[in-house]
């Protein structure tokens, strides 16, 4: 939990860095209302918060991470179709085709599950995991430009995921999740990585 912590306040102290170059360049800014990106965020955890709560992490875990990678998706198609980076445009289909993989991957063990479990500490980190998604990506300074916003607000969106994967790990039994949810975690930090590796290479 600590490292996770520290990894986030990297990423803190990161855009904190970028707003201030944002703003003494005049980068114009844009209203989140306004923004396609945080739109589907928005959406996105609309529909998570309305996922029924099982208190079961063998239910509730693959539940809400198909929702969180569908919203990936969506995010991805749109940087796909409207932004401007090359490399951003791959890094956009190299994670639509993993989460479409983990999503089938997702069903597949939900198939064979019921719910026969209760840990409502788990059901309360998760929840409390997306509230500081979407808390988190409401304060930033969003411009309209897709690849900036895409790059900044998947920060976030995969730190939800990691945080979500690391309850799993604790208090899940599934096999198959837990070896999954420690590949999620693997993946997307390695993610962020890439996407703040980006923005300071593009002085967003």
Partial sequence: MKSTF??????????????????????????HDDNRMMDS????????????????????FPKMMI???QAAINMGNVQKQEGRN?????FSQKMINAQQMEIQQLNAILV???VNNSVPAFTMEQMDHMKKMDEMADVQQIT????NDFATLMIFHHNSAIE????????GN?????????????DQKKEIKELSDWLRTNKR
Avoid at 43 to 57: F, V
Avoid at 86 to 90: E, F, G, N, Q
Avoid at 164 to 171: F, G, H, T, V
Avoid at 174 to 186: F, G, I, S, V
């Fill in 144 to 147: 309209g430009d897709i690849d």
């Fill in 41 to 60: 965020m928005h959406a996105a955890m609309s529909r998570m918060e309305a996922i029924p709560k099982t208190n079961d992490p063998e239910i509730d």
């Fill in 164 to 171: 979500n994967s690391e309850a799993y790990l604790k208090y």
């Fill in 67 to 69: 929702m969180h990678h």
């Fill in 6 to 31: 520290f990894f986030m306040g990297c990423f803190l102290f990161l855009f904190l860095f970028v707003a201030c170059d944002k703003n003494e360049n005049g980068l114009q800014l844009q209203s």
């Fill in 174 to 186: 599934n096999t198959q999740l837990k070896t999954l949810a420690q590949k999620m975690l693997d």
């Fill in 86 to 90: 090359d490399s951003l445009k791959r």
């Fill in 112 to 114: 064979s599950e019921s």
